[in-house]
Nanobody, 128 residues
Framework: VQLQASGGGLVQAGGSLRLSCAAS??????????IGWFRQAPGKGREFVAA????????EYRDSVKGRFTCSRDSAKNTVYLQMNSLKPEDTAVYYC????????????????????WGQGTQVTVSS
């Protein structure tokens, strides 16, 4: 599975961005995978942001983004989205999406080490 994250950019505090994570070269596996979003700010480790189960029925969010970020998936397009509203300067980071093959009844993992496939990152910069 090859993942492509896109949609990053420069936005003022309080603004919005929508990130996309599209799959190629393995739509069958992608449709049976949980998708996670992670971010890494300069000088910091990679941290969990949000994740969605393979059928979209289970979601996990980092506490600091709850109520501001929404993760969703469009199975027909093999794409997962991360809608980010009310952005803050501390959200500035490179955002990555990752895929983990799971069985239907399992929730999405929140640990980076659990994920099998990673896309390249997309830069999100929030100015104050």
């Amino acid at each position: 599975v090859q993942l492509q994250a896109s949609g990053g950019g420069l936005v003022q505090a309080g603004g919005s961005l929508r990130l996309s994570c599209a799959a190629s070269g393995g739509s069958y596996m992608y449709s049976r995978s949980a998708i996670g979003w992670f971010r890494q700010a300069p000088g910091k480790g990679r941290e969990f942001v949000a994740a969605i189960s393979r059928n979209g029925g289970m979601l996990e969010y980092r506490d600091s983004v709850k109520g501001r970020f929404t993760c969703s998936r469009d199975s027909a397009k093999n794409t997962v989205y991360l809608q980010m509203n009310s952005l803050k300067p501390e959200d500035t980071a490179v955002y990555y999406c990752a895929a983990k093959h799971t069985i239907l009844t399992v929730g999405p993992p929140t640990e980076p080490a659990a994920y099998e496939y990673w896309g390249q990152g997309t830069q999100v910069t929030v100015s104050s």
